[in-house]
């Protein structure tokens, strides 16, 4: 979210957490109800984290499960330590580089992510060459492709999306790929520029939209947007291909939207930010209010899972809190709001 309405929106997301918290962890008064391109729509019902609804075949171990059983009660906390940091919109956890997660600022910042520990210290600030940053409000880790634009399985990238449009008045908006940086934890901060960066400008089937969120689906070499309307409701679910992004094209590229997502009918239901895990069978949708977690089966739709029943995860009381990130093998989540030295939360099943 640009600056400018995001402090109106901050003391009502504020207020709202703490009573919807106050009734039910999480809860944000939707479900997770989705329509597809063939019309099929599913009615849900949230599913409070602070009760046991276990669905059937829950993945064992994965945070879904959890989610489902009401085991998410508080999350261990670090304040980080990342000075420029002072407005996270999206957030990644890298599968490769054991105890490094990414960040990145809402618009007002240059072209630039963050990586730090788990312990919330500053690893690096890494600059993309020839990148713009109008207004970044998601990221994701995906795959990196080779010499000829095709995904590729044995290498990462980092994912930016240059997608917020709070007006809906750009005429296309921008998603960035950049080869993930090599970061250890418990190395010394470094400050970098990275080359190889590509874009991919691209615009909606249906004219301009709002969104925040990003996921990137690995298992098939593409990537999914979910629009935000910030008074909640029904958004569009839009999907477009990691390869092809330096084709000659005579008109800039459509995505193809795919079906419909209904979060709930208020504020707190916008969708923020999302993320998928490498294995492509957790979905976490996160809204002001809780995180949305979707069990995939192998080889479902995506528009489809998101038609399906979430179990609901909490989310902390915030000022103003967007980002999300699974971690590699889905047995725990990440959330960070916006604000100087923010708290990253990490919610993992309740001990016995």
């Known amino acids: 979210m640009r600056r400018g309405r ?23 008064g939707g479900g997770g109800s989705s329509e597809t391109s063939a019309g099929t729509a599913t009615t849900t019902t ?25 085991e998410l009660e508080s999350p261990d906390t670090v304040r980080l330590r990342v000075g420029p940091l002072v407005e996270a919109s999206g957030l990644a956890v890298s599968r490769t580089q054991p105890g490094v997660l990414w960040a990145h600022n809402d618009s007002g910042d240059t072209a630039r992510v963050f990586a730090f520990g788990e312990n919330g210290r500053k690893l690096g600030i890494f600059t993309l060459a020839g990148a713009e940053a109008v207004d970044w409000e998601d990221m994701a880790l995906g795959p990196d492709v080779d010499d000829s634009g095709e995904p590729v399985a044995d290498t990462d990238a980092l994912y930016l999306a240059d997608i917020g449009d709070n007006d809906a008045v750009r005429s296309s908006v921008t998603i960035y ?6 970061v250890t934890a418990g190395q010394e901060p470094v400050t970098a520029t990275v080359d190889g960066v590509d874009r991919f400008t691209f615009t909606y089937p249906d004219g301009p939209r709002d969104a925040e969120a990003l996921f990137v689906d690995r298992t098939d070499g593409t ?75 192998d080889g479902a739709d995506l528009a489809d899972v998101l038609a ?30 916006e604000g100087a030295r923010p708290v990253l939360s990490r919610w993992v099943p309740a001990t016995p």
């Open 308 to 337: 399906g029943e979430p179990c609901t995860g909490p989310v902390p009381v915030e000022v103003q809190g967007e980002a999300v990130a699974l971690t590699p093998d889905a047995d725990a989540y990440y959330t960070l709001p």
């Open 46 to 70: 949230p599913v409070d984290a602070t009760t046991s609804s276990t669905a059937p075949g829950a993945l064992a171990g994965s945070i879904y499960e959890a989610a489902c059983n009401g």
């Open 177 to 182: 790929r950049v080869p993930e940086p090599e």
């Open 6 to 28: 995001s402090g109106l929106l901050a003391p009502l997301v504020a207020a709202g957490l703490f009573v919807g918290l106050t009734a039910g962890c999480g809860s944000d």
């Open 223 to 297: 990537f999914y947007v979910i629009e935000k309307r910030l008074a909640g409701g029904p958004v569009g679910i839009y999907r477009g291909s990691l390869s092809g992004w330096d084709a000659d094209a005579a008109a800039l590229p459509a995505l193809e939207r795919v079906g419909t997502f209904r979060p709930g009918p208020s504020t707190f239901a916008s969708v923020t930010g999302a993320d998928l895990s490498p294995d492509g069978s957790v979905l976490a949708v996160r809204t002001y209010g809780s995180v949305r977690l979707f069990q995939r089966g």
